[in-house]
């Protein structure tokens, strides 16, 4: 991957919420045991299977969002997150990151997830509460850890951890950073915003640095990009 690109893309300051996603991907594949099996639900292009390459690795997705998800033919089951062609108590994990959002029954979809997991397994979640819509118009939802807490007990999980990845001054800091970029794609399309990321970068980079640095003053942390969650199955 260029340089360039991961030092804007893929940096705390700049962009928290893909970054702590995938802290908190590679914190729980060190959880899973060699030769256990994990269903990615809602995989899309399946970024995180590197992570697990040392378990039984299995994809699902819907396939039949926008343009740039045309992925199928790396994943194993497509199918809705709804109704998921396995077995009940069929695997261990399932890890489900920011796919909650583009569904139109949450609800169904953590009922499903509990239904393949065996008794014990952990369910690995995250959602957004924070950010902007995307993947048009199969964008319905936010979440708070109130609703994720009503969710689990509602379908016959015991939670482990409900964490808010970041606090508002970290939410803040992200959105007027990348406030410019998003203005020019708008305005220009990629060309425009690839343009708006490089030649603002000095100036976004600071001011994303400036409420990366006063985060930890949010005690409370009750605004937030995402939440990351551990569930497991009674």
């Avoid at 939670?159 to 998003?182: D, H, K, Y």
């Amino acid at each position: 991957m260029n340089p360039i690109v991961r030092l804007v893309f893929f940096n705390p300051v700049m962009n928290y919420a893909v970054w702590s996603i995938r802290r908190y991907v590679r914190r729980i594949a060190r959880q899973i045991p060699a030769g256990a099996t994990l269903l990615d639900v809602g995989a899309g292009e399946c970024q995180y299977k590197p992570f697990f390459a040392h378990t039984r690795y299995r994809s699902t997705d819907w396939c039949g969002t926008t343009d740039h998800h045309r992925y199928s033919a790396g994943i194993d089951y497509i199918c809705p997150a709804d109704d998921l062609p396995l077995g009940n108590a069929s695997v261990e994990y399932v890890l489900c990151t920011q796919v909650l959002e583009h569904v139109r029954h949450p609800e169904r979809v953590i009922q499903e997830l509990a239904r393949v997991l065996k008794p014990g397994g952990l369910l690995f979640l995250t959602v957004p509460q924070s950010w902007e819509e995307h993947e048009q118009p199969y964008d319905y939802h936010r979440f708070t850890r109130f609703a994720l807490q009503a969710y689990a007990d509602d379908h016959g999980f015991e939670v482990e951890e409900i964490r808010p990845q970041g606090g508002r001054f970290l939410v803040i800091g992200f959105f007027l950073a990348w406030s410019l970029p998003t203005l020019f794609k708008n305005t220009f399309g990629q060309p425009g915003f690839l343009f708006a990321v490089l030649f603002f970068y000095p100036l976004n980079f600071l001011i994303a640095l400036l409420f990366f640095l006063l985060d930890p003053l949010d005690r409370k942390r009750e605004f937030t990009m995402n939440y990351e969650c551990i569930f497991r199955r009674k």
